[in-house]
């Protein structure tokens, strides 16, 4: 509070003799000139040479948050949220972008064609196979976590044990619908299926919210998602798994940088990232995510751990990550 005062008058001070200053210099000039009245300049004139010239309100320009699905998304929702924050610590522009397909493919590509700039990947671990850890991007953090959850009607069998028992009897159960093939939704419910010996059908969607929507009208038995998009039809489904309880996977969201970013480029954006996850706690935990702030390596770390762990299933499948 104190520091907030004492740089508040400052501010005072350098306004006041800033018009002092241009006050003279313009009586002086009037003088020269033989002229008897200069109109003053306005204060909104002073305060916006304040502004420019105060290092904490100093422009770095805009940071453009690049997320590999459609708005409304669990990667979206929780890149707008994390912009506003990060616009209120830089006082510049963070705005997001959506370049949805390939499963995060596409976003992944256009950022790693953007060196020297801040356009910045938003990626989410549902997209990380789709993305080599060896790809040149820079990860900057892990913003926040969230479980995957596996869906159904309510009026299936409450636990996974009884629905794949089910499943094991009847083919209506092994209809398995997620956010695209190779995704680790997809990869997660091959897993569970194997694990039970039943066979599993695959009905890929682009996104979530249609694959949620599939069960919900009842065209597919099951989804997994991430458990933020699921949080709407809480009311309708139900949850047989999760992380935690069947499911061994978390999700997680992060930011990467594109290649040949420089170490100090890194550091300042780990600072601004880390602030603004912390600032948006709450509004994440509305949302589904918990807020976790896991530095570069560690989020490289998770990247490597991931595509590591799902590559050779993606062999068997036969699928291109």
Not at 68 to 95: L, M, Q
Not at 126 to 143: C, D, N
Request: glycine fraction near 8%; charge should be positive.
């Amino acid at each position: 509070m104190r520091r907030q005062a004492n740089q508040n008058a400052f501010l005072s001070e350098v306004r006041i003799e800033r018009r002092n200053a241009v006050d003279s210099r313009s009586h002086v000039m009037c003088v020269e000139k033989g002229i008897s009245h200069v109109p003053r300049l306005t204060a909104v004139f002073f305060a916006a040479l304040v502004m420019l010239s105060s290092p904490a309100l100093s422009n770095d320009g805009q940071i453009t948050l690049v997320v590999g699905f459609a708005a409304g998304g669990t990667s979206s929702t929780a890149a707008r949220i994390v912009a506003e924050a990060a616009e209120s610590i830089t006082r510049s522009s963070t705005v997001v972008e959506n370049r949805p397909g390939a499963g995060g493919a596409i976003a992944a590509d256009w950022v790693l064609r953007q060196k020297g700039t801040q356009t910045l990947l938003f990626m989410s671990s549902t997209a990380a196979l789709k993305t080599s850890p060896l790809s040149g991007l820079v990860p900057i953090g892990v913003l926040a976590t969230f479980p995957y959850v596996a869906v159904t009607r309510k009026d299936s069998p409450a636990r996974l044990a009884e629905y794949m028992n089910e499943a094991s009897r009847e083919e209506k159960y092994r209809t398995v619908a997620t956010a695209g093939a190779g995704s680790i939704p997809h990869l997660i419910g091959t897993k569970l299926f194997n694990d039970s010996g039943v066979p599993m059908v695959h009905v890929p969607y682009q996104g979530s919210a249609p694959a949620i929507l599939s069960v919900a009208g009842g065209h597919v038995a099951l989804a997994i998602v991430p458990f933020p998009d699921f949080l709407p039809f809480q009311d309708t489904l139900r949850i047989v798994a999760q992380t935690g309880s069947g499911i061994g996977t978390e999700g997680w969201v992060g930011i990467f940088a594109p290649p040949e970013t420089s170490s100090e480029e890194v550091a300042r954006l780990s600072g601004i990232f880390r602030q603004a996850s912390e600032r948006s706690r709450e509004k994440l935990r509305t949302v589904g995510f918990e807020q976790v702030w896991r530095s570069g390596a560690e989020a490289r770390a998770m990247h490597e751990k991931d595509y590591a762990q799902w590559q050779p299933m993606l062999k068997v499948l036969g699928v291109q990550p």
